[in-house]
């Protein structure tokens, strides 16, 4: 019995019972991280028992003569026979290995339905033969904490599922991939535990090479406490740092000190905004590859290309998807939650990681309200049962601790006395205030022109063009959004860092996307009214480094521009309205505080997740994902021709054609990646101003402004928020 195709060379099949026990192999190593290591095995080892029917193998001999799909489906078998062994919803894991996790409704339908089928008795009783431990003869064991936590967390079944889940169908992807490469794909061979002495080395050549400032001495005692802070238990710690204290350093330097002291094997660290994992990748890169053993330690995944489209035929898009076997991860917030919260196998593929993970939110103040509780909830579990530590850090750390997921809750403080800080760091920026009467958008580019080097933040993409054509009657500016393609932005990025250290002229206009995590540092800064950690984000752009007796922030809200900003904001917008401006700036610790009890309250964050948590207990797993839906959802990548073209052509070319082994091109792809709103992106297709490539993924054929890069026009309010 067979359980693939033969494969290139030597044109052997993949034998069905080395199939199932190496899947199995597999996926009990995996499920050992989180102590279900028995139970994922199990159901690796039924997940594909369906093929032993007659049907399915005849279908398997004609779809290598003739070409295409087998025809024939293989999943009730395995499923019906989890249910038999009294594993319950566990048995949505076999049912959805390939097409994605079921409801329990479908599943009890399905399962209805294979008490009756034929195929499935004649393939169970084919596979004993040569898979007699299909029968175990002791129940399957199940992790020994599940009792307890099933009294104290009704999700944490869910997230089992989930987790299980993951390892099974990582599992499938990883041997047949071993079959038609005919090599099994290595493990990494280093673990974030290693990884200490690295970071350390590396840090330490950082700082010899960089140019001294006043605040040096605050991000070392960032740093140490940190360090200090990495030897407490696993669970949940807080990072409240200002802008410019050594945040990433810091946060980075706990992970891979903490993961020293408990043995831990990963590191994965999410930032809110795919524009910024690239600066954040490069930097740990210097730090943990420098001196390595030449194995890379750091994935960067940010690609957001849907390598799950259910096109036919282009089975290696999903063994292109990455399944994190990294020692150290640098993702999206959003990569991250929609892969936990989704239902399908491409994404889950890498979910069972997190177990026994240091999971770091980097500006966690950036996660959605609306979704707070679903998150903080599966943060929670993943910290008391799945062996994992979460380090939230921010500069506007919100209260987490306010909402029911975490009400009660150990979080452990790395700085123990952050306001002290804050004051200290506080006072290189002056806040000026221009709200009543508004300004208009020309007058701001007229003044912010005036400056010699000088940052101008709005909120949207249509504002930022808008604005960078006034500034440009004035003098010449550069210009940042995610129209631009991630080596444009790049580009401008470095331009601009070497203006400011040369001490030339600089002007720059940019959406918030160089607010998060970006490390500028400008005499002088105009910022759109926005939410107050907004704000804050932006002063942190302006004098970062201290050399300034002071820096000034300019916030204004104009009258003729930022009306999308109560569509991007809401009633956060509102919030910082009623608690901010020349008498209380937002570097305030506890008007920040008060600001986020009102913005939880204002967006009802408590029922806004319910739908999502209810969802969760009665195990439909499709409809969940359908919920959980993160900003980036409203935009596509755009593949945009700047820079090396012929380069360009060649991938989109594989990509295009569905060659075997193309899917490596996939993250060649990234400097070319720009981001349209999803319907933005199918009217250019309409109008053949784009052209599909792969899934959700365009081609831009449209003019590209050299410095503004796609310029579209939207009847659509919401789409000109992205």
Same mark, same amino acid.
């Given at each position: ?92 894991? +076999? ?82 991939? /071993? ?30 090479? !960089? ?38 350093? !810091?946060?980075?330097?706990? !992970? ?20 910024? &994992?690239?600066? $954040? ?5 210097? %730090? ?47 990569? %991250? ?9 491409? /994404? ?34 993943? &910290? ?29 403080? +790395? ?146 521009? $930022? ?11 509102? !919030? ?37 948590q209810m969802e969760r207990l009665a195990h439909d797993f499709p409809r969940v994902a359908d919920l959980f839906r993160m900003i980036d959802e409203w935009t596509v990548p755009v593949v945009v021709r700047y820079g090396d073209i012929e380069e360009l052509d060649r991938i989109l070319s594989y990509l295009r054609d569905g060659r075997p082994g193309a899917g490596a091109k996939l993250r060649a792809l990234r400097p070319y990646l720009a981001t349209l709103p ?5 009217? /250019? ?12 993924? +365009? ?24």
């Open positions: 019995m067979w359980a693939h195709s033969a494969r290139d060379g030597d044109g052997l099949r993949h034998e069905l019972g080395d199939h199932l026990r190496g899947t199995a192999w597999r996926a009990g190593a995996f499920g050992e991280v989180f102590n279900a290591g028995p139970l994922a095995a199990h159901c690796g080892l039924v997940h594909d028992i369906g093929k032993g029917c007659s049907d399915w193998q005849c279908g398997l001999i004609r779809a290598e003569s003739r070409g295409g799909p087998v025809g024939v489906p293989h999943k009730h078998a395995g499923t019906w026979l989890l249910d038999q062994q009294n594993l319950g919803i566990m048995a949505a894991v +076999v049912f959805g290995h390939h097409g994605g996790l079921p409801s329990q409704s479908r599943l009890k339908e399905e399962l209805h339905f294979a008490d009756d089928d034929g195929p499935v008795a004649e393939a169970i009783r084919r596979v004993e033969s040569i898979v007699p431990e299909i029968h175990s003869a002791a129940p399957i064991a199940l992790p020994a904490w599940l009792p307890e936590a099933a009294r104290d967390d009704p999700y944490a079944l869910d997230l089992l599922v989930r987790m299980v889940y993951s390892t099974v169908v990582d599992a499938d992807f990883l041997d047949t991939e /071993a079959h038609f490469a005919a090599a099994s794909r290595p493990l990494h061979p280093v673990s974030a535990a290693d990884l200490a002495e690295r970071f350390e080395h590396g840090r330490q050549g950082m700082l010899d090479g !960089a140019r001294s400032s006043p605040v040096d001495g605050l991000r070392q005692a960032v740093y140490e406490q940190c360090v200090a802070a990495a030897q407490g238990p696993r669970g949940i710690y807080r990072i409240p740092a200002p802008t410019g204290s050594g945040k990433t350093l !810091a946060s980075g330097g706990f !992970a891979v000190h903490h993961a020293r002291h408990h043995g831990l094997k990963r590191v994965i660290v999410a930032v809110p905004f795919m524009s910024i &994992t690239e600066q $954040n990748a490069a930097v740990y890169r210097d %730090l943990l590859e420098q001196d390595g053993d030449g194995h890379p330690v750091v994935l960067e995944h940010h690609s957001g290309i849907d390598l799950d489209d259910g096109t036919p035929g282009r089975p290696w898009q999903r063994l292109a998807a990455e399944n994190w076997d990294a020692p150290f991860v640098v993702t999206t917030t959003i990569r %991250l939650f929609e892969s936990l919260f989704s239902n399908k196998p491409a /994404a889950m593929r890498r979910v069972h990681r997190l177990a026994g993970s240091v999971i770091v939110l980097d500006e966690v103040q950036a996660l959605p309200d609306r979704l707070l509780l679903p998150i903080l909830s599966a943060l929670r579990t993943l &910290t008391r049962w799945f062996g994992a530590t979460v380090v939230l850090a921010s500069a506007t750390q919100p209260p987490f601790e306010l909402l029911s997921p975490l009400r009660g809750e150990r979080i452990m403080d +790395v700085i123990q006395e952050p306001k002290p800080l804050y004051e200290a760091l506080g006072t290189r920026v002056r806040y000026r205030w221009l709200l009543d009467p508004k300004p208009t958008m020309a007058q701001i580019a007229e003044e912010a022109a005036a400056k010699p080097q000088v940052l101008v933040v709005v909120n949207t993409t249509k504002d930022a063009a808008r604005m960078h054509r006034m500034m440009e009657e004035h003098r010449s500016a550069l210009h940042l959004s995610t129209r631009m393609a991630a080596a444009h932005r790049r580009n401008t990025l470095e331009d601009i860092r070497r203006r400011l250290a040369a001490g030339e002229p600089v002007a720059v206009v940019s959406t918030q996307l160089v607010e998060a995590g970006v490390d500028l540092d400008f005499p002088d800064g105009f910022r759109a009214a926005a939410p107050a950690d907004s704000l804050q984000q932006a002063a942190g752009r302006i004098n970062r480094s201290g050399r300034l007796p002071y820096g000034t922030v300019t916030i204004f809200d104009p009258e003729d521009g $930022n009306e999308a900003a109560g569509i991007l904001y809401g009633p956060a917008l509102q !919030a910082t309205r009623d608690r901010f401006g020349p008498d209380c700036s937002p570097d305030d610790l506890d008007a920040l505080q008060e600001y986020y009890q009102a913005r939880f309250d204002f967006h009802n964050v408590e029922q806004a997740g319910q739908e999502i999803r319907g933005a992106a199918r009217r /250019a297709v309409e109008e053949g101003l784009a052209a599909p490539v792969i899934g959700d993924l +365009v081609e831009w054929l449209g003019d590209y402004h050299p410095q503004r890069g796609i310029e579209i026009s939207s009847l659509d309010p919401q789409e000109l928020v992205f």
